[in-house]
């Protein structure tokens, strides 16, 4: 059974800083393309970062030079380092895993940008 679990969302003031982080369970971390995606209130899911197995990275435009994703194989896990946050970053962020033509995600991890 595929498993993604995704912690570290939380409020934070404009400007600040949140690391997500991802675990994955269930499949061959390893040769896995990974990302985030996030889904803001009566907006549709959008791509925020992917990260392919050989550690090849694609951002929304959105985020470049803010936010990093990255991976460690050996914890099975996927982070998002979130930086400069603004307003418009609010949304439940979900970590997205692509193994054996499938894609599979966790259930979300909300990120509130906030005074």
């Known amino acids: 059974q595929v498993q993604l679990v995704e912690s570290g969302g939380g409020l934070v003031q404009p400007g600040g800083s949140l690391r997500l982080s991802c675990v994955a369970s269930g499949i061959i971390f390893s040769t896995s393309a990974m990302g985030w995606y996030r889904q803001a209130p009566g907006k549709q899911r959008e791509l925020v970062a992917t990260i392919t197995s050989g550690a090849r990275t694609n951002y929304a435009d959105s985020v470049k030079g803010r936010f990093t994703i990255s991976r460690d194989n050996a914890k099975n896990t996927v982070y998002l380092q979130m930086n400069s946050l603004k307003p418009e970053d609010t949304a439940v962020y979900y970590c997205?895993?692509?193994?054996?033509?499938?894609?599979?995600w966790g259930k979300g991890t909300l990120v509130t940008v906030s005074s």
């Open positions: 997205n895993a692509r193994w054996s033509y499938r894609d599979y």
